[in-house]
């Protein structure tokens, strides 16, 4: 049974997966998107669609091999070397043997032979001699054959995709990438699938590159990669219905603790753009659970408003802020509410806050001031019952 389509982007998937198809092998795509988005999920879609090569309608000679690749990066830099663990992985996708096992080893000893750190006077030599291989040549057919081996005579581009990038130091993202482009060379029959943040890897060309203006920096990375694909945040009719899916049965829980519309104002209070992130959505899901168990077990139920809800999704998706809040005393509260109804009806927030603080930290946040002021009248009215949840907050741990 295929699964559900929860972050609404089997479209997105569907015309990837045929651009991919066109495009002549090897590339390299960037696919790109904030940190907690629907990156993997976007690929876990895209996965399901390779799988079933009839549904997309591909024409002959433009097909895709229907197993994916799935190689994390940051896993491998635990072992110490990440570019022989996609080798490795690479190799597990074929059919195993002696043969596929030699291939493998032959493609990381290319590897260990080459100098991928940039300093100078360590990698090998060249060739003198007719009809001997350059290094880096030989790497290169080396890999194709392991690519050939894994296809089996089957027909397609194999899809390898590249996570956890993010996570490893900028010099270790652009070596893996710098190197992962070098390897491919121009006859492998793979597409490589980078998922990576666009700002991880801006900073990774700027270590490598040096502190380029952005133009340049868009230029590097436009040779590095053949295409970049920005995943979209989550559809705001999407995340409501996502919430209660990772509820599920706990539903009941929530209405225990906060009152009969408790999913319902939670689930208006999330249903915003600025919170299209299948992860936050996860967390906030496991924040406002471990919230309802302590408020039962201290017996400190309430009914709580919309406003009360948001600064729940406030306390998980801006905790600097909150942070600010905590440490102002009553007064920045008061300040708060002056301040998130200035910006709802347009007023300057400086002429009407006490607290300038609370104006400054609006003003450089503007996710954050268009998402509080769609509950002004809730902060303006209620400040007591939102520093009556704070402190529930910080009791519970949260």
Not at 364 to 387: Q, T, V
Request: proline share 5%.
């Amino acid at each position: 049974m295929e699964a559900e389509d929860l972050v609404g982007l089997d479209r997105l998937a569907c015309a990837f997966a045929r651009q991919i198809a066109r495009m002549q092998a090897p590339c390299m795509i960037a696919v790109h998107g904030a940190p907690g988005s629907a990156k993997r999920e976007f690929l876990q879609r895209l996965g399901t669609l390779v799988a079933n090569p009839r549904a997309l309608g591909l024409s002959p000679g433009q097909e895709i091999y229907p197993e994916m690749v799935w190689f994390d990066a940051w896993s491998y830099s635990k072992q110490g070397s990440v570019l022989a663990g996609l080798v490795s992985r690479v190799a597990r996708q074929g059919p195993g043997g002696t043969a596929m096992a030699e291939r493998a080893r032959d493609v990381c000893a290319q590897l260990n032979r080459l100098n991928l750190s940039g300093k100078a006077d360590t990698g090998p030599s060249p060739s003198f001699s007719a009809g001997e291989l350059e290094p880096v040549e030989r790497l290169q057919q080396s890999f194709a054959a392991l690519v050939q081996n894994v296809r089996s005579g089957r027909p397609g581009k194999l899809i390898i995709c590249v996570e956890g990038l993010d996570r490893l130091r900028p010099q270790m993202r652009w070596l893996v990438l710098d190197a992962i482009r070098l390897m491919v060379g121009s006859t492998a029959e793979v597409a490589i699938l980078v998922a990576i943040g666009g700002q991880a890897v801006a900073m990774a060309a700027r270590y490598a590159e040096g502190d380029l203006p952005g133009a340049s920096i868009d230029q590097v990375l436009s040779d590095l990669f053949d295409l970049s694909l920005t995943v979209p945040s989550l559809e705001v009719r999407r995340i409501a219905s996502m919430l209660q899916r990772h509820l599920g049965t706990d539903e009941a829980l929530l209405r225990q603790a906060f009152g009969p519309d408790a999913v319902r104002g939670l689930a208006a209070a999330v249903a915003h753009r600025p919170l299209g992130s299948p992860r936050l959505v996860y967390r906030l899901v496991q924040r406002v659970l471990m919230l309802a168990e302590y408020a039962l077990e201290s017996k400190h139920t309430r009914e709580l408003t919309e406003a009360q809800w948001c600064w729940v999704i406030v306390s998980e998706r801006w905790p600097g802020f909150r942070r600010f809040m905590i440490r102002g005393g009553r007064r920045r509260w008061s300040g708060m509410g002056l301040a998130v109804g200035a910006l709802a009806s347009a007023q300057t927030v400086s002429s009407v806050v006490a607290d300038g603080e609370v104006g400054k930290m609006l003003r450089a946040d503007p996710l954050l001031s268009d998402y509080l002021k769609l509950h002004a009248d809730g902060f303006e009215r209620d400040a007591d019952g939102i520093m009556w949840l704070e402190n529930l907050l910080l009791a519970a741990g949260l």
